[in-house]
């Protein structure tokens, strides 16, 4: 393993802290070797070694074009050679055949073979240590999603219920969230992807909160739906479509183990035909078209890990292995319209697990956040006792 990295220089070190330069390449971080992160560098070793690579593992940008040095970043990597930012100056190429040449070798289909796909197959089963920390990611955001539900009043501004989660996040080591939240209350949480945040909270609604810290460069993402009542009480509406979507959550958590043989997809079909029967005990009429389009139009899941969406090219039908993590989400948006029954509309919710899979048994990583009807009434109405 050759690692580029930047030389330590004592001028940009008192500005911005000390750095590891080549030595820690070596000493900290275990490469083979440590070279200056410089293109004329780089370029020298990709000629000296590609040529008799037998297999070439990369992800070349879309549009390969000659590089240039001018704007050249501080930090830059291959595909600043191939795909530059600055369409002026000087070639890093002293001479337009080694572009060319370079070019060629990367690009030979004969041996050159996409490293994404390598990487995310080996990033899709976490290690212990990962899911220790992925456990710790969420029950930071389960204890900061407490403080959102025990603060929770009408009048509030969402932003402000926001701003709670993200200091008890900051306060318990989190350096960062791991997306732009949803803090979605009333109508809003009809909107998936609601971030405006910055409503009036009104009473006898419902508020979903879609977030989560980063801890380590790992991400947790959590959901949680709570009512808005002075009283902390869900409504009867409200509390049956809660009710709905909790059992759900749990059935297809109970799929996430290897002795089940299943996939993410496989599991997602589930939850479509679980939530269609309960809804219809609800006394709604819909086609599963309906359910899908319009009440429950999101997928039930996605990897989970490094990113947000991690893994992008292991594949939904891929069949479950012990160690990968997935999100469980099901969610329920009724709009207002005269084909379903009027006490619901205008209610969006949704409850989101991240989940690790096990031999016989799932491991919830976010268990910490409270999603029992009567735990969320309590902690809303201050029953449940502060946690530290």
């Known amino acids: 393993m050759t690692l580029f990295v930047t030389p330590r220089q004592q001028q940009r070190e008192l500005w911005d802290g000390p750095t590891c330069g080549l030595d820690a390449a070596v000493k900290v971080f275990g490469a083979d070797s440590a070279e200056p992160n410089d293109p004329s560098v780089l370029l020298h070793l990709l000629k000296a070694t590609l040529a008799d690579a037998e297999h070439l593992y990369l992800d ?41 040449n370079l070019v060629r070798m990367l690009s030979d289909r004969r041996n050159t073979h996409s490293l994404q796909r390598e990487m995310n197959v080996l990033r899709s089963r976490k290690s212990k240590n990962e899911l220790a920390v992925m456990r710790q990611a ?31 996040c900051a306060r318990r080591g989190s350096a960062r969230q791991a997306y732009v939240p949803v803090f979605a209350s009333g109508r809003n949480a009809l909107k998936i992807h609601y971030v405006r945040n910055d409503c009036v909270i009104g009473d006898k609604q419902v508020m979903s909160v879609d977030a989560g810290c980063e801890l380590a460069g790992y991400a947790s993402d959590i959901t949680r739906t709570m009512p808005t009542a002075a009283d902390g ?8 479509l809660y009710e709905v979507l909790l059992r759900v959550l749990k059935e297809c958590t109970s799929l996430a183990t290897t002795h089940q043989v299943t996939s993410l997809s496989n599991i997602h079909r589930r939850s479509v035909e679980l939530l269609a029967s309960e809804l219809r005990a609800l006394g709604f009429s819909m086609s599963l078209g309906t359910l899908e389009r319009t009440l429950y139009p999101h997928y039930l899941s996605h990897w989970l890990g490094i990113d947000l969406h991690d893994t992008p090219t ?20 009724i ?13 969006g919710m949704r409850i ?28 809303c109405s201050g029953r449940l006792p502060r946690f530290p």
């Open 60 to 100: 070349l940008p879309a549009q390969v074009t000659n590089p240039r040095q001018t704007q050249r970043p501080q930090r830059f990597s291959l595909h600043d050679f191939l795909a530059p930012p600055s369409p002026t100056g000087l070639d890093m190429f002293s001479r337009k055949t080694d572009f060319d």
């Open 138 to 168: 969420g029950a930071i955001s389960g204890a900061a999603m407490t403080e959102v539900m025990r603060a929770l009043h009408p009048g509030m501004l969402e932003s402000e219920a926001q701003a709670i989660f993200e200091f008890e």
């Open 233 to 240: 009480k869900f409504t009867p509406a409200q509390r049956d």
């Open 352 to 379: 989101e697990d991240d989940v690790a899979i096990g031999a016989s048994e799932p491991y919830v990583l976010s268990a910490d956040a409270p999603k029992e009807l009567v735990d969320v009434e309590a902690v």
């Open 314 to 333: 292991v594949d939904r039908s891929t069949i479950l292995e012990e160690g990968m993590v997935l999100t469980i989400e099901p969610g329920l948006y």
């Open 335 to 347: 709009p207002d319209d005269a084909a379903f029954p009027k006490e619901y509309r205008g209610i």
